[in-house]
């Protein structure tokens, strides 16, 4: 399995709060724990705005959330690239074994598996000293030793481009299109598809950024089409129908930051998004389009390569006004992120979230994903890093009485032979426990990935 380098985030009070993993990318809000003081919160954030830090300590690029164990640069030990012209490329491919000993997700009678995977993948950046143009494209194949109906192709294509209209002004754009299948065991996806259910996603992204001294204006939009293909019953072998899950999503946000101290900044953001369906939904004929606001104060603190730390608070409604059958999600919200470089040869990473998905449950709206997280970096050598994750996840159905609790725990190494190959090996272990007791689950997944680039 891929293991991704972001950052995750934590939490600062002993309530329950709602932050997206990537602080670049704010899509979804919070609903607040009533036993977690909002005033104390605004406080903390007030506090923590007011905190002053030395210039040397505090930077913009390349502080604690840029510069963890697991991301960091090593020059000797990361692929160089290949020069084309005024692009830098990244050619890579990545082969994994992986043992899955139920990988269908049932609670009784699981069927265990041998899973080999590819992944390909070429990555291009330009090396200009102004703007910037990213190309990527990737493919992830995996196939079963025996469920030869488990096989699935993923795979992704996207391009970006930074325009730098002045030194504290630019504009971001981005395009892109994947196929993702669905996991066995998700209850969104029919129990009984003969196939994983695939989903395709394209969408486009645009984004501007202003800086005034210590003043920060940024506009922000996107929309995403998805799009899911019909499949077949493997009781009954008559077509599942996936397709009025279709759907449009829209999002505008617009936000405003005040530079309190040289590491510091408090900022208020503004988000309206909205969902369409192609159609009504099942036999039930569900109106599942919706409209939601979200608007969070904020602040955010960085120390060099040590500290980083952001709390907000806000205002999160998600309505359902075409169908008086779904009900409505509003309330207060909070968040915050935490990364801490303990050592320079430690990271600790932790991150609570709770966000709203779509779901296609019958008498469903949707449901609230409450996430807590922990993790731990730590590198043996230059070139052999270790670590361990644990997430705690739970799912709870509005309009329905349907909970699931799911705990996942990670541990992995990996080992940089030389700039070239390096090796990626672990074991994922994962729990679900579920109010539908038909649907809880246990799996065991060990594997090995051999990564090779250029």
């Known amino acids: 399995m891929t293991r991704t380098n972001s950052h995750m985030n934590f939490f600062v009070c002993g309530g329950e709060m709602t932050l997206p993993v990537h602080l670049a990318q704010h899509r979804r809000s919070i609903i607040l724990n009533p036993l977690c003081s909002f005033r104390r919160l605004v406080w903390a954030m007030l506090i923590l705005a007011a905190l002053p830090a030395p210039v040397a300590m505090a930077q913009e690029d390349g502080g604690a959330s840029q510069m963890t164990v697991a991301n960091r640069p090593r020059p000797d030990w990361d692929a160089a690239g290949i020069g084309v012209g005024g692009f830098l490329v990244f050619p890579s491919v990545e082969l994994g074994l992986a043992n899955d000993d139920n990988i269908y997700r049932l609670r009784e009678a699981p069927t265990r598996d041998i899973v080999r995977a590819a992944r390909p993948r070429i990555f291009g950046v330009s090396r200009w000293s102004r703007h910037e143009i990213e190309l990527d494209a990737g493919l992830d194949a995996s196939s079963f030793e025996e469920a030869d109906d488990e096989d699935v192709r993923n795979w992704f294509l996207g391009a970006g481009g930074r325009f730098d209209i002045g030194r504290d002004t630019w504009v971001r754009a981005q395009v892109n299109m994947r196929e993702l299948h669905e996991e066995r065991g998700d209850p969104e996806s029919p129990a009984t598809a003969l196939r994983p ?258």
């Open 197 to 454: 259910v695939s989903r395709r996603m394209s969408g486009v992204q645009v984004e501007a950024f202003r800086r005034m001294n210590r003043l920060t204006v940024g506009l922000e939009g996107s929309y995403t089409d998805v799009a899911f293909d019909d499949t077949v019953d493997s009781v009954t072998g008559r077509p599942l129908v996936q397709n009025d899950r279709d759907r449009a999503e829209r999002e505008v946000s617009a936000r405003l930051g005040w530079k309190v101290a040289s590491a510091s900044e408090m900022y208020l953001r503004a988000t309206r998004y909205s969902r369409r369906y192609d159609r009504p939904q099942g036999e039930d004929r569900y109106l599942r389009d919706s409209d939601g606001t979200e608007a969070v104060l904020g602040s955010r603190l960085e120390l060099g390569a040590v500290l980083a730390v952001e709390v907000f608070a806000g205002y999160r409604s998600q309505s359902y006004d075409r169908d008086e059958r779904l009900p409505d999600v509003d309330g207060l919200g909070y968040g915050g992120v935490l990364t801490w470089n303990v050592t320079p040869l430690t990271t600790v990473r932790g991150a609570v979230s709770r966000t709203v998905n779509e779901s296609a449950l019958r008498q469903a709206s949707g449901y609230l994903s409450s996430t807590w997280e922990i993790g731990l970096d730590h590198e043996l050598r230059r070139n052999v890093l270790i670590g361990a994750d644990m997430s705690v996840t739970t799912n709870s159905y509005e309009g329905i009485e349907r909970e699931d609790d799911i705990v996942t725990s990670t541990i992995w190494v990996t080992w940089k032979f030389n700039r070239t190959v390096s090796a990626n090996f672990g074991y994922r272990g994962q729990r679900r426990d579920s109010t539908v007791r038909r649907d809880d689950y246990a799996k065991n997944y060990v594997f090995l990935d051999v990564r090779l680039s250029l």
